[in-house]
């Protein structure tokens, strides 16, 4: 008798058992095995090598049978019989298992009928079964010579997801009914969630085919689309060229995502559809966005310098910073550097410069107008939820530069204003922080941008009116107004030549003389830029080009007489020193949006009760400087009390139709009313700049070259400056500094002695 131990099988008599061949033969010993051999099957209560076997590792019903086929494919078919009581089991040192039995009897409570209708349907479920499967129409000759619940149950076996302990149960089970039950209920279980699993695989299987079949087909037609694209290029379709730009855009993931989705939108909608413009539109803006980075290359700085000096003639102090921002994006290999920004008055040079700049970088040039903005979508974009949407100022200006690195011109920041539509300045801030706009997120666009090789040059005409968060990430540079003989260069050198070729006249055709031009410049024009002088110069050029056409082969010399006879403005009258002084009138100086003035500081005490009077216009900051400088006089003269309080003191401004404020009128006024109460005159050579604080002393001003040059233009020979504005004297040109005698004070009493006033003796 061989002793044969199992582990997770189903048990059950009159059953046949497929058992690999190697384990009956361990089981046998040296005795080997042959058909017809008794064998026991016992049940292991846990999954064990021989060697670790005991005699409690097996639980107290077994099975008994015999060997029916020795299988040469290395199996062994075991007939089983009747179930057996094991009793007295022993391992020898050879781990042959040896033992006593006894036959364990069944409870026949299951008529032959009933347990033949179970099997009827058990085989006939299994039937159905193996029916869903490739392998069914084999399985159904093994399914018909099935002749017992038990042989079934066996079979079934190596597949039913149970447990070691259930299986045993079946075998433990000694009413026939109840065995049959409990196969019954597992291999229904088995079954049934197989036949549910089955249509579920089946179902996916279904319709992943159908995935896969309209994948196929798209790829066909898409193959297809593409060779009659290649063949008729003129007919490519919308949703195709989208295709194809959104493929080689380069454009980040987030945008691609966005694009595509988009672009699905389009396909789904149709061209009819109410929204089909609006995404065409903004599928067509998306990949006209150059997205590819440009390759940092090296910059000439010699070369850039000299692009630079070849379009605009001084501007030294910028032209160096430039350079100076070219180097360092040589050495990093990277845009870097503070945003510049460009402030002075107009004509200057400020947004010219920046297409010299993008000359010398060798970039494209973008120029985007701020003057007047008011909406932060101007400079963020609408949302395309709205009718009409468009995306902003800044982006659109890329889309039309055409690559990702242009040098984009800001111009007029300093006109930005804010509604109720929300703050144009505090969406700049974003697009101008270096930290901030590699992520730049246009509302149009609704994808991230990168700005961050964008060089970006700011202009304004005055810093005051920019908001100071903005101003904090701006370096200012500051253009001073030009000098006469830099304006004289700047008409020969670029002015002139420009307006003749507009008008189409030849150089041996017309020449303007150098004496005509220094007319224009001093009779013509008053502005610290050249925007007035080149108009002037148009002009004149429209009005010869009548004479060049009537006879184009005279040559026509235009000097002053001709810039009087040619001009229908009448000569601009700048203001100039006195014929001779007067007790009361001082001289000052004053920066305008267009350079820099004289003005007359004109006192006078009239019969009245100490009261003040102040006309000429001027504005709150000038009104408070008239008051310190009469409470100055007044500490400096203590006999003067009595005049100003027995007279009305009238401090006038001429020009009383112009607009006057600023800090920097403070000691010309003071010395005015010293000149008046003590009657000494002021040499009118002389001017003069600076606030002066109730303590006595001068304090810094702005605008020091417009002012020194409009000093230099009237005729001012000495002017006296605030000690701490001596620095801003490297701004100044030189032809300037060597017209005029240029004294620092730092105390109002330095002014007073200088002109004579102190020390006095005063007679009431």
Known sequence: MIVVPVYNMILAPDANLYLATDQIRRSAGDKGIVIGDRVVLVVAKENQNYEDMTSDSFYPIGLAGFIREINHQGYVVIHTEYRVDIENVEIGSDHIIRLSMKKRSDIDDMSTAVETEKLKNIKQEMKDFAAGFEWGDAAQYWIRNIDSIGMAACAMSPWLEIDNEQRYAILAEDSNLKRTELIEEILYDYLEVGRITNEAVTSQQKEHQQMYREQAIKRQMEHLQRELDEMHPENVTDVRMFEQKIAESGMNETARKEADKVLNRLKQEGKQSAEAGLLYDYLDFITGLSWKKEESRYIDLEEARRVLDEDHYGLSKVKDRIIQHIAVMNLKKQQSGSILLFVGAPGTGKTSIGRSIARALGRKYVRVSLGGVHDESDIRGHRRTYIGAMPGRIMDGISKSG?????????????????????????????????????????????????????????????????????????????????????????????????????????????????????????????????????????????????????????????????????????????????????????????????????????????????????????????????????????????????????????????????????????????????????????????????????????????????????????????????????????????????????????????????????ITYDA
């Open 403 to 759: 690559v990702s690195n242009p040098v984009m011109v800001l111009d007029e920041v300093d006109k930005l204003s804010a509604s109720y539509h929300g703050s144009p300045a505090s969406a700049l801030l974003e697009v101008l922080d270096p930290e901030q706009n590699n992520t730049f997120t246009d509302h149009y666009m609704n994808v991230p941008y990168d700005l961050s090789d964008v060089l970006f040059i700011c202009t304004a005409n005055t810093a005051d009116t920019i908001p100071e968060p903005l101003l904090n990430r701006m370096e200012v540079i500051q253009f001073s107004g030009y000098t006469p003989i830099e304006k004289h260069h700047i008409a020969t050198g670029h002015l002139v030549p420009k307006a003749m070729e507009a008008v189409g006249i030849q150089p041996d055709q017309m020449e303007i003389s150098d004496e005509a031009i220094e007319t224009l410049i001093a009779d013509y024009t008053m502005e610290a830029g050249v925007r007035g002088l080149r108009k002037c110069i148009d002009t004149l050029c429209r009005m010869f080009a009548v004479k060049v056409a009537t006879d184009p082969d005279e040559k026509y010399i235009v000097g002053p007489d001709e810039v009087r006879d040619s001009m229908d403005s009448r000569p601009i009258q700048h203001h100039k020193i006195l014929p001779e002084p007067k007790s009361g009138v001082v001289t000052g100086l004053a920066w305008t949006p267009v350079g820099g003035e004289i003005l007359y500081i004109e006192t006078l005490f009239t019969r009245g009760k100490g009261d003040l009077i102040i006309t000429g216009q001027l504005g709150d900051v000038m009104k408070e400087s008239a008051r310190i400088a009469v409470s100055l006089v007044k500490s400096v003269f203590p006999d003067s009390e009595r005049l100003f309080s027995e007279c009305d003191l009238h401090i006038h401004v001429p020009e009383g139709a112009v607009p006057k404020d600023g800090p920097s009128a403070g000691i010309a006024l003071t010395t005015a009313l010293a000149s008046l109460v003590t009657g000494k005159v002021v040499d009118p050579h002389i001017a003069m700049t600076g606030e002066v604080a109730l303590r006595g002393v001068v304090t810094p001003i702005g605008g020091l070259p417009e002012k020194l040059m409009a000093a230099e233009r009237a005729g001012i020979t000495k002017v006296f400056i605030p000690e701490e504005n001596m620095y801003d004297l490297k701004d100044v040109a030189d032809e300037v500094k060597d017209k005029i005698e240029i004294t620092p004070v730092s105390k109002i009493e330095d002014v007073l002695n200088a002109v004579g006033i102190l020390p």
